[in-house]
């Protein structure tokens, strides 16, 4: 029997000829990257007193930047010293860094075929790459920046193979939620997706799907080194790597079609994601909101900072509601600046703030007070995720969090990209 493509990386690391599910395999790790978060929470575990190979550890200010409070400069610090103390030459200061995902994703961190991963949930991103990546606990980013290894149980794989072409008016965000929503958690699982209309998806369409599997549970996200991946990596580094290519006798757990040209624009309501999600055109409440942001490892993109200003060209923010844009790395808000996008953005009223977590993970740049109402591009909406646990947390494309924000209410943003001409 095939193998699937993460079970390849795994055997393939683990020096043996095949994996299969239920499988423990002992792994070496490509890239270990650590953030400041994990250094805030306990210095200890995440800075340890030797590292097996500093060319295979990379640290990244993300989270609390720049610091907004004494703790977060203090670790700042302690990352500092601690990359000039083991020789860390990929180390991501406040100002020429962003989301680690992003980050890890522009640098050239994450190459197909090979296994990294982050103290951080959202790592599964860089699986757009063909990349084996996950997020895990502290302890076990310690041992492996001390080690190079760590072990993995070889999760089944679910397969979602897309069809057909996407419509002009959806996005990733939707693509995802649409998935969510018809197939719910996958748990215990890894997915992976092929198809012929993966193929029409630009790479930020695809990022953005791979980072929100996440929140459908997934254990590893992977997707082809097609001719979209490999452009964009060759711009970016001359590392050798070897892309993995799931066989076509690879045993699945589950193979679903999903035709995007069936996708509408589609929200997720409160709380949670998998099973409470609907299109925007059978959402029959006006919702007003109080905020809106546009941003995260999910949808800062390029691509979303130029929808979002197609969408709000020639326009204002509603009275009361807020609009908060943060780019996903330094690099994007520069290329941003240049194309026009954050200056007609501005324009509107909107907010533009430096790359970081920041609203997203409910730190900082963006906090959401009590009985307010969110609508959201980042990641998660769970209850307290923003900021109070008495606010409400809807989410959408980055098109229709920009259009709520015209409105003063959720709203479905197919007329203004079609005035746009984008849709």
């Known amino acids: 029997m095939g193998m699937t493509m993460v079970e390849k990386i795994l055997a393939r690391h683990a020096g043996i000829h095949d994996a299969k599910p239920g499988d423990i395999v002992v792994c070496e790790v490509d890239m270990a990257v650590q953030i400041d978060l994990s250094i805030l929470v306990d210095d200890r575990l995440a800075l340890p007193r030797r590292i097996a190979d500093p060319d295979r550890v990379a640290l990244i200010m993300d989270h609390r930047v720049p610091a907004s409070k004494i703790d977060d400069a203090a670790a700042h610090r302690k990352a500092r010293q601690f990359a000039a103390t083991h020789g860390i030459r990929r180390f991501f200061d406040v100002g020429r860094s962003g989301i680690c995902h992003q980050v890890i994703q522009e640098s050239g961190l994450a190459l197909p075929g090979q296994i990294l991963v982050c103290s ?59 998935i969510a929503g018809r197939y719910g958690s996958v748990e215990g699982h890894s997915v992976e997706f092929s198809g012929p209309g993966l193929r029409t998806l630009p790479l930020d369409d695809r990022s953005t799907i791979c980072t929100m599997c996440a929140e459908i549970s997934a254990d590893f996200a992977t997707m082809p080194a097609d001719e979209v991946v490999l452009a964009y990596l060759a711009s970016r580094t001359q590392a050798a790597f070897e892309s993995a290519v799931a066989d076509d006798d690879a045993e699945y757990a589950a193979i679903h079609v999903v035709n995007l040209e069936a996708v509408r624009p589609t929200l997720a309501r409160p709380d949670f994601i998998p099973n409470n999600t609907l299109p925007l055109e059978a959402f029959g409440e006006r919702v007003r909101i109080d905020q809106a942001f546009v941003g995260s490892c999910a949808n800062g993109k390029l691509e979303d900072l130029k929808t979002v200003a197609a969408v709000l060209k020639g326009r204002r923010i509603a009275p009361g509601v807020r609009l908060i844009v943060t780019p996903a790395s330094q690099k994007i808000y520069l290329e941003a600046l240049r194309a026009g996008y954050v200056e007609t953005i501005v324009e509107t009223g909107a907010l533009v703030t430096n790359s970081t977590c920041g609203a997203c993970a409910g730190g900082h740049m963006g906090v959401v007070g009590p009985g307010e109402v969110c609508i959201t591009s980042s990641t998660r909406n769970f209850r307290g995720r923003m900021g109070s646990p008495d606010a409400r947390i809807y989410m959408a494309s980055s098109a229709t969090v920009a259009a709520s924000a015209v409105l003063g209410y959720i709203a479905d943003p197919t007329p203004f990209l079609v005035e746009a001409g984008v849709a």
């Open 120 to 178: 951080d949930s959202h790592t599964i991103a860089s699986g757009v790459l063909n990349c084996a990546a996950r997020g895990l606990g502290q302890i076990e980013i310690t041992q492996i920046m001390c080690t190079g290894k760590t072990w993995f149980r070889v999760s089944p794989t679910i397969l979602f193979r897309l069809e057909g072409r996407k419509p002009a008016n959806v996005f990733g965000k939707d693509i995802l939620l649409h």
